[in-house]
């Protein structure tokens, strides 16, 4: 069986503040993909990242980045300086490699940046 | 036109009505699924599709039952729906199924009175 948690339903920060979103998976795959997605209030998930379960190494992407901890089954995403347009859903997803297509999503964090 | 477009964006039927979900895409992926996203619920996995054929069914009631003619289309009809069917249901398509990525439609919110 799979799981995503994603124990943040709603974070709230002011502009300009770093956040964090956690995701931690359990899975018995010893291959397995994970994913960041984001959700604006438009309604289209929106690919961030995917990682694959041999590359622990930590990603940035501009103002993201990533932390993958296969110790501690986690993968940790952070915004930096943090602007309105962020706002939106974030979902963590897992696919294992004997789990098809099936992507298992977490129930996702709300994340409001207020002005 | 790129990526994925589902039509309409928004759906208000009765219960007893029939109407019919439609997703498209043109980045030439070979596989398509449906999702369901409900209030305070994770999103889950309906139908796969790949290469036009059903690869999965995640136990879906047969008040919903999708239609692939092709690669680059996937419909999904919908007859006799309950108040708890109201959800966002989301069109993603990928290159295989071992995808880098899925790409996802903006969605269709259906409420069912």
């Known amino acids: 069986a799979q799981k995503v948690t994603q124990a943040q339903t709603e974070i709230s920060v002011v502009e300009k503040e770093d956040v964090t979103l956690d995701c931690v998976y359990e899975?018995?795959?010893?291959?397995?993909?994970l994913f960041w997605y984001k959700q604006p209030p438009s309604g289209e998930l929106v690919f961030l990242i995917r990682?694959?379960?041999?590359?622990?190494q930590n990603e940035i992407s501009g103002r993201y980045s990533w932390n993958f901890q296969k110790s501690t089954s986690s993968f940790n995403f952070t915004i930096t300086a943090s602007q309105v347009v962020d706002s939106a859903v974030y979902f963590c997803?897992?696919?294992?490699?004997?789990?098809?297509?099936?992507?298992?999503f977490g129930e996702g964090t709300q994340l409001t940046v207020n002005p | 036109e790129t990526g994925v477009t589902q039509t309409p964006r928004h759906l208000v039927m009765g219960m007893t009505n029939k109407k019919s979900l439609k997703c498209e895409q043109h980045?030439?992926?070979?596989?398509m699924y449906w999702y369901k996203q409900s209030a305070k619920k994770p999103l889950e996995l309906m139908f796969v599709?790949?290469?036009?054929?059903?690869?999965e069914n995640n136990s879906v009631p047969s008040r919903f039952s999708p239609e692939c003619p092709n690669s680059s289309h996937l419909f999904l009809h919908l007859h006799t729906l309950q108040p708890e069917d109201s959800a966002l249901y989301l069109c993603?398509?990928?290159?295989?199924?071992?995808?880098?990525?899925?790409?996802f439609g903006s969605g269709t919110r259906l409420t069912v009175v």
């Open positions: 599709y790949n290469f036009k054929e059903q690869t």
């Open positions: 993603a398509s990928s290159q295989g199924q071992d995808a880098y990525g899925y790409t």
């Open positions: 990682r694959n379960s041999f590359d622990e």
């Open positions: 997803a897992l696919r294992g490699r004997t789990s098809g297509s099936r992507l298992t």
């Open positions: 899975t018995r795959d010893t291959t397995y993909y």
């Open positions: 980045l030439g992926h070979n596989a």
